[in-house]
């Protein structure tokens, strides 16, 4: 019973259409050579496969297809002949010589790794983005355990460290990313040896460390652009002589760290485990949840009630799944706060609260680099060097706050230093220079509008820009940044003592707790956190200023926003009651007339199609109970536009 | 225009006014009745508004303003034929309220192909053919054209000027 002959035959035509450079399909190969070995039950053959397989594995190493194909060739035809005692001798004593490049591998034996062949086959495009994703988040937790290890002298973080790279090489080896490989081995033989103690803890270490990191980061970085057509033996050469240094022993002259030996709580493993989930099933499974949702609404018995609150519960498990914690961008900034305090020599405490706030993903992404500019402004120009703070009764350590808080449906983030703060005289009088601002408008322009020229476009673009009391350098982009996602930016400052830089993004919330109001026969939806008061208005208490419709409230002259005017959907006589809501915004509150206030309730808001998204004044629209549909009213929107139109409107 | 390869075709009859149109079956999701259209704010009376249709929210057009036909708003016999059409590379659903679905007829293609010169108060590049079936003229609608992007668009940017409604909505 010799079967072997087919087997060959099926490797052979694998192997042929195997495409030169083609990883994968080498890897395929492998498997098949594998399954023929096990399947064989000649001795003779078994080890002939063996060897066929470990030729593969030392291309898919080197990357030598020529040699593959030639000892293949001639594997094919010793079987042919009937002699694959004589090609395997043969091959053996020639195996050394192929592998000595790769010293660190137990090739010699030839012996198949079974667990080597668990693979997906043919979905190259995919593993390539897995194995991005998965390496990024890695080199994410492994500044994190390298700046909490260089805080505490944890020796966890070290085992963590030695794990995670232990993970990297087996990936990068399969994948083929000879340089990435080459580096996660070396870090894994230097974790070794600082577990051990063998290597002592420095600055130098750390900064080494911290630089391997940022390259790797910046491999990734170029895989995700170029995809599959990457270098896949980009290689880090200054690195790796670093770290063969830092192996070595021979470190520069430096006197080891003073250890903070305050052997902390450890590190919080995340327990939970991640998984990686397409977004588009999340989106349609909050559709169908949202459908569920209304559907419900329909339904007005007792026994709803449970119901809808496993409807409720699922739905918030549902917006959860985009999410991640905060937290998330804390190492990245600490990274910066680093770099630049040593940079610098400036010491500086950073703290971050609110890391536990959940949010889409693609926000905190998108968060992260204003705030890096936001704190490289604070480092560099607000806070002041140790002695000049001294002198002027603070601690020498400066501080950065992080502050992120949850109002309704936005977020705010806000940063805040304790440094020498912002020169507002000086803003505006560089505002007059560049023209963008009058002498006279200086003058009598209020200090909070004043600060807020910083983010006027041409103020920071200009030369010269550390010069404005220190900011300006990426003010503006923090600006764009803000405004891409819809977002405000506000900046307050207290001349000696304090700048503070704060945020305001909306989320993207897909309940809203809504008030229903009526305009004429349409239902409109205002968020709640936007309303302060409810009122009953008879019509003849509104007066006239300056064709601006007012209403005085306990004192206060409020501005009137009639609804009717801004909705345009109807023209109806006076009526004798009308409601009004008092509402605040940036500060300022106006009365907002409707015609009936209707009800309270959570409403599940779904985004305008194409069609409507330039209607203003309007966000978004929602279905009620008994299938009415409401609009969710953009109060920014309205305020805006009702204070454009007020110049001309005779009404 | 003429790509149609089958005999006959399918087509949903339906009234406009005096005039019998169809369009293309393979557009037509359903058919439901005109009752629950809520008004757009600011939208011109080209769009109906929008409505629910099992917890998605539809645009409906009037294409009978579009057409030039009347300024009325759809009565109490009106109909909704809810179309499903590609917009920005996208399915989208539409609603077109007409005053009456009529029937699904088996319209030969050359019936459907033929353009006789008529005269014509909607845009001739609306018109997919005009079939005489025994002296019944129906005009076919080519609704990828009615519903054009550029239209819609326009519609868009319409809304974005000052209020320009001066109606009750029909509903309720």
Not at chain 1, 110 to 139: C, G, K, M, V, Y
Not at chain 1, 344 to 361: A, C, N, P, Y
Request: charge should be negative; aromatic fraction near 6%; include cysteine.
């Amino acid at each position: 019973m010799v079967e072997h002959p087919e087997y060959i035959k099926k490797i052979q035509n694998q192997f042929s259409s195997c495409h030169k450079g083609d990883l994968f399909a080498l890897i395929d190969l492998q498997d098949t050579i594998l399954k023929c070995k096990n399947k064989s039950s000649e001795e003779s053959a078994r080890h002939f496969f063996s060897l066929l397989w470990a030729l593969v594995e030392i291309t898919l190493r080197s990357g030598d297809f020529d040699l593959l194909e030639n000892s293949f060739n001639k594997a094919f035809e010793a079987a042919e002949k009937g002699s694959l005692e004589a090609w395997s001798e043969n091959i053996i004593s020639i195996m050394p010589s192929l592998t000595t490049n790769y010293p660190s591998e137990p090739l010699r034996e030839a012996i198949p790794q079974p667990t080597l062949s668990t693979h997906l086959p043919n979905i190259t495009e995919e593993l390539l983005r897995i194995f991005i994703n998965d390496t990024e988040e890695r080199l994410l937790q492994t500044e994190a355990l390298i700046l909490h290890w260089e805080e505490t002298n944890d020796k966890e973080a070290i085992s963590q460290l030695f794990r995670i790279f232990h993970t990297v090489k087996g990936e990068s080896t399969f994948l083929g990313f000879s340089g990435m490989k080459t580096v996660s081995h070396l870090l894994e033989a230097l974790f070794e040896k600082m577990k051990s103690g063998e290597i002592r803890k420095t600055h130098h270490l750390t900064d080494s460390l911290l630089k391997t990191a940022d390259s790797l980061t910046y491999f990734l970085k170029i895989l995700k652009s170029e995809g599959l057509s990457a270098d896949k033996n980009f290689n880090f050469p200054e690195v790796e002589a670093e770290l063969e240094i830092l192996l070595s022993g021979e470190l520069p002259e430096e006197s080891p760290q003073l250890p903070g030996e305050k052997e902390t709580a450890g590190i919080q493993e995340n327990k939970d485990e991640f998984i990686r989930v397409r977004s588009s099933y999340i989106n349609q499974l909050n559709d169908r949840i949202q459908e569920l949702w209304i559907a419900e609404n329909n339904i007005s018995t007792e026994l709803i009630h449970p119901l809808r609150k496993i409807t409720r519960e699922i739905q918030a498990l549902a917006i959860k799944l985009r999410t991640v914690k905060l937290s998330r961008m804390e190492p990245r900034l600490k990274r910066i706060i680093r770099d630049l305090s040593q940079h610098t020599g400036k010491e500086i405490l950073f703290s971050f609260h609110g890391g536990d706030i959940e949010v889409d993903r693609n926000l905190v992404e998108a968060m992260e680099e204003p705030l890096m500019h936001i704190i490289r402004n604070s480092v560099d120009h607000g806070i002041e060097p140790g002695d000049e703070r001294l002198q002027s009764g603070k601690d020498k350590q400066g501080h950065i706050s992080i502050y992120v808080k949850r109002k309704g449906s936005s977020l705010t983030v806000t940063a805040e230093d304790d440094g020498r703060g912002i020169d507002i005289e000086k803003v505006a009088q560089t505002a007059v220079k560049r023209g963008i601002i009058s002498q006279e408008e200086a003058f009598t322009m209020s200090d909070s509008d004043k600060i807020h020229l910083i983010f006027s476009p041409g103020f920071s673009t200009a030369e010269n820009v550390t010069d404005i009391s220190g900011r300006g350098i990426g003010v503006d982009i923090v600006k764009a940044m803000t405004d891409k996602l819809n977002g405000k930016l506000d900046i307050t400052t207290e001349p000696g003592y304090s700048t503070r830089v704060t945020i305001s993004i909306p989320v993207n919330t897909t309940i809203l707790e809504g008030l229903i109001v009526r305009i004429c026969s349409g239902y409109y939806v205002l968020p709640v956190v936007d309303i302060k008061e409810c009122l009953n208005i008879d019509p003849s208490h509104i007066k006239s200023v300056n064709n601006l419709k007012v209403l005085e409230l306990r004192g206060k002259i409020l501005p009137i926003l009639d609804m009717k005017n801004v909705t345009g959907i109807c023209k109806k006589g006076p009526q004798s009651r009308i409601s009004g809501l008092v509402i605040l915004h940036h500060n300022r509150e106006y009365i907002l007339l409707v015609d009936a206030i209707e009800n309270k309730t959570e409403v599940a808001i779904k985004p305008l199609t194409k069609m409507f998204s330039k209607l203003k004044g309007i966000s978004s629209w929602t279905i009620f109970s008994g299938g009415k549909i409401g609009f969710v009213l953009d109060l920014y929107e309205i305020i805006q536009q009702t204070e454009r139109n007020q110049g001309g409107n005779s009404e | 225009m003429n790509k149609v390869n089958k005999i006959m075709s399918k087509y949903l009859s339906f009234i406009l006014g005096e005039e019998e149109y169809c369009v293309s079956i393979d557009f037509v999701k359903e058919i439901i009745v005109a009752s629950r259209i809520t008004k757009v704010p600011k939208m011109p009376n080209e769009v109906a508004g929008v409505l629910n249709l099992r917890g998605k929210i539809i645009p409906v057009i009037n294409i009978k303003h579009k057409f030039g036909f009347d300024n009325k708003t759809p009565g109490s016999k009106s109909s909704i034929i809810i179309v499903e059409l590609e917009y920005n590379s996208r399915p989208e659903l539409f609603g077109i309220v007409v005053d009456y679905t009529k029937e699904v007829l088996h319209i030969p293609d050359e019936e459907m192909s033929s353009i006789p010169y008529i005269n014509a108060r909607i845009n001739a590049n609306y018109i997919t053919g005009v079939a005489d079936m025994n002296g019944r003229i129906i005009i076919g609608l080519d609704m990828n054209k009615v519903l054009n992007e550029e239209d819609l668009e326009l519609l868009n940017t319409v809304s974005t000027s000052t209020g320009i409604f001066s109606q009750t909505p029909p509903a309720e």
